[in-house]
């Protein structure tokens, strides 16, 4: 049988770490990251990992897990969390997975997808291209052909926005369209999914508030102290939203102002490309942050129809 799993999904800033510990708390859950950059150990306060409080409330999986000079991909992903989630039911507990990386919760729910080989002579010369003029040109030149891509893709991921011309030169057909081809996979599990969203003004005004309370919490003296431990700016880990701003700054490339002013506007970027990664999901009920209760009922609801049992508040808090 599919195993049941649920699913809180959404934007950046918007709640879900305390979302997710509260819902668990309700349905004797373990919470199951679905972040790449919370795996990754000693980046802390820019990933905005869950604190050692925020762990002993709910039993956290998948995070904190990966030394930040090692690559991590959808695949090592998918194995990992299949894992995790195999242990939590064996102890007769209920998977929550919860994070932000919409191409990490789609490989865990339908597979990655098994395209074509690539063409490397492609691959080579827009390498090299794009170690010449960089990887935002060859975004925009991806954003004009496939726009739903060029919202997904991060202009600094210089792997998949090179995939994905690749994809376009060879087939002469957008990366976009094999990947909702494959939406169709079935599911590998049965799977709730809540997204959560708010007024997206407000959703900026919470961005913008903790960015400032990163840089309160130390986030400059954070990277200083990977650079002492041997992890170069380069590295795809440190290339990250935070991370990367932070570098500039050390390296005299920008100003403090700059860098805070940059951050907020970057990450509130992201936040749009995540908002339209998951509005595709037409699978994704979507609930307020506050309405806790809902997405009790939601989940409640669901386990009753796949066990054909009642799961209830009472039943999961008699002791």
Same mark, same amino acid.
């Not at 074509?116 to 002579?121: I, S, V, W």
């Not at 169709?184 to 400032?212: H, S, W």
């Not at 992890?231 to 932070?246: A, F, N, P």
């Given at each position: 049988? @599919?195993?049941?799993?649920?699913?809180?999904?959404? #934007?950046?800033?918007? &709640?879900? *770490? !305390? /979302?997710? =510990?509260?819902?668990?708390?309700?349905?004797?859950?373990?919470?199951?990251?679905?972040?790449?950059?919370?795996?990754?150990?000693?980046?802390?306060?820019?990933?905005?990992?869950?604190?050692?409080?925020?762990?002993?409330?709910?039993?956290?999986?998948?995070?904190?897990?990966?030394?930040?000079?090692?690559?991590?991909?959808?695949?090592?992903?998918?194995?990992?969390?299949?894992?995790?989630? @195999?242990?939590?039911?064996?102890?007769?507990?209920? #998977?929550?997975?919860? &994070?932000? *990386? !919409? /191409?990490? =919760?789609?490989?865990?729910?339908?597979?990655?997808?098994?395209?074509?080989?690539?063409?490397?002579?492609?691959?080579?010369?827009?390498?090299?291209?794009?170690?010449?003029?960089?990887?935002?040109?060859?975004?925009?030149?991806?954003?004009?052909?496939?726009?739903?891509?060029?919202?997904?893709?991060?202009?600094?991921?210089?792997?998949?926005?090179?995939?994905?011309?690749?994809?376009?030169?060879?087939?002469?057909?957008?990366?976009?369209?094999?990947?909702?081809?494959?939406?169709?996979?079935?599911?590998?599990?049965?799977?709730?999914?809540?997204?959560?969203?708010?007024?997206?003004?407000?959703?900026?005004?919470?961005?913008?508030?903790?960015?400032?309370?990163?840089?309160?919490?130390?986030?400059?003296?954070?990277?200083?102290?990977?650079?002492?431990?041997?992890?170069?700016?380069?590295?795809?880990?440190?290339?990250?939203?935070?991370?990367?701003?932070?570098?500039?700054?050390?390296?005299?490339?920008?100003?403090?102002?700059?860098?805070?002013?940059?951050?907020?506007?970057?990450?509130?970027?992201?936040?749009?490309?995540?908002?339209?990664?998951?509005?595709?999901?037409?699978?994704?009920?979507?609930?307020?942050?506050?309405?806790?209760?809902?997405?009790?009922?939601?989940?409640?609801?669901?386990?009753?129809?796949?066990?054909?049992?009642?799961?209830?508040?009472?039943?999961?808090?008699?002791?």
């Amino acid at each position: 049988m @599919e195993k049941k799993i649920i699913v809180i999904c959404g #934007p950046t800033g918007v &709640g879900k *770490t !305390g /979302f997710a =510990i509260a819902l668990s708390a309700v349905f004797m859950g373990e919470i199951v990251g679905a972040d790449s950059m919370q795996i990754y150990r000693y980046l802390d306060i820019g990933t905005a990992k869950p604190d050692q409080e925020e762990r002993r409330q709910a039993p956290h999986h998948l995070i904190d897990f990966v030394d930040p000079a090692h690559d991590f991909d959808a695949v090592k992903y998918v194995a990992q969390a299949d894992q995790a989630i @195999e242990n939590i039911v064996h102890r007769g507990k209920l #998977p929550f997975v919860a &994070g932000g *990386t !919409g /191409f990490y =919760i789609k490989a865990l729910l339908h597979g990655l997808f098994k395209g074509r080989t690539a063409d490397e002579k492609i691959i080579a010369r827009l390498e090299a291209e794009a170690a010449q003029k960089g990887s935002n040109a060859l975004h925009e030149r991806l954003a004009m052909a496939d726009p739903v891509a060029g919202a997904r893709i991060h202009p600094n991921d210089r792997f998949r926005v090179v995939r994905a011309l690749e994809v376009l030169e060879s087939t002469g057909k957008p990366i976009t369209h094999f990947h909702e081809t494959h939406q169709f996979a079935p599911c590998r599990y049965n799977a709730l999914k809540l997204g959560l969203t708010m007024d997206r003004e407000r959703l900026y005004q919470r961005i913008n508030r903790r960015v400032d309370l990163m840089m309160e919490m130390g986030l400059v003296d954070e990277v200083k102290n990977l650079r002492k431990k041997g992890y170069s700016c380069d590295l795809k880990s440190m290339q990250s939203i935070g991370y990367r701003h932070v570098c500039d700054y050390l390296n005299g490339i920008t100003s403090h102002t700059e860098m805070i002013t940059l951050l907020k506007r970057d990450t509130r970027r992201y936040a749009k490309r995540q908002f339209t990664w998951f509005r595709n999901d037409k699978d994704i009920i979507w609930v307020e942050p506050h309405d806790l209760d809902q997405a009790s009922q939601l989940v409640a609801e669901f386990m009753k129809k796949t066990m054909g049992t009642t799961w209830s508040n009472n039943e999961t808090n008699d002791d």
